[in-house]
């Protein structure tokens, strides 16, 4: 269904190859970006300097992460120091379909607790 409430007539696109899937992130807010100029669908809009977390990072969070930081963008209002659940690359931009806008990483949640397993299979998915 679309926002108004009538069905599309076309399939919703997807980006990303089915072998490669959806990936949602998790990351570290670490600061506050201020755009001099912007493109128009995103003037007024927030957005976060964050570090994408790996396993490791998550296991020993009394150490800083070590990835590379980005850009994110940020309808959430996530606060320095929160972890956020994020989305790259086209799938960044789905939320805005049928609109275009120029966003390459998507805040899509801000997490309030993580709970790990230590000691499963990797890729096991099971749930039980």
């Given at each position: 269904?679309?926002?108004?409430g009538?069905?599309?007539?076309?399939?919703?696109?997807?980006?990303?190859?089915?072998?490669?899937?959806?990936?949602?992130?998790?990351?570290?807010?670490i600061?506050?970006?201020?755009?001099?100029?912007?493109?128009?669908?995103?003037?007024?809009?927030?957005?976060?300097?964050?570090?994408?977390?790996?396993?490791?990072?998550?296991?020993?969070?009394?150490?800083?992460?070590?990835?590379?930081?980005?850009?994110?963008?940020?309808?959430?209002?996530?606060?320095?120091?929160?972890?956020?659940?994020?989305?790259?690359?086209?799938?960044?931009?789905?939320?805005?379909?049928?609109?275009?806008?120029?966003?390459?990483?998507?805040?899509?949640?801000?997490?309030?607790?993580?709970t790990?397993?230590?000691?499963?299979?990797?890729?096991?998915?099971?749930?039980?």
């Open positions: 269904m679309s926002l108004t009538q069905s599309r007539t076309t399939p919703h696109p997807n980006p990303l190859p089915k072998e490669r899937g959806q990936i949602m992130r998790i990351g570290k807010v600061g506050n970006v201020t755009l001099s100029r912007a493109h128009d669908s995103v003037t007024g809009t927030q957005w976060k300097l964050v570090v994408p977390m790996n396993l490791d990072d998550l296991h020993n969070l009394d150490t800083e992460p070590t990835s590379e930081e980005l850009v994110v963008y940020d309808a959430l209002s996530a606060g320095i120091g929160e972890w956020i659940a994020f989305s790259e690359g086209a799938e960044a931009a789905m939320p805005f379909y049928p609109n275009l806008k120029p966003v390459c990483a998507y805040n899509a949640a801000i997490i309030d607790e993580l790990l397993e230590v000691g499963r299979e990797q890729g096991t998915g099971n749930r039980e």
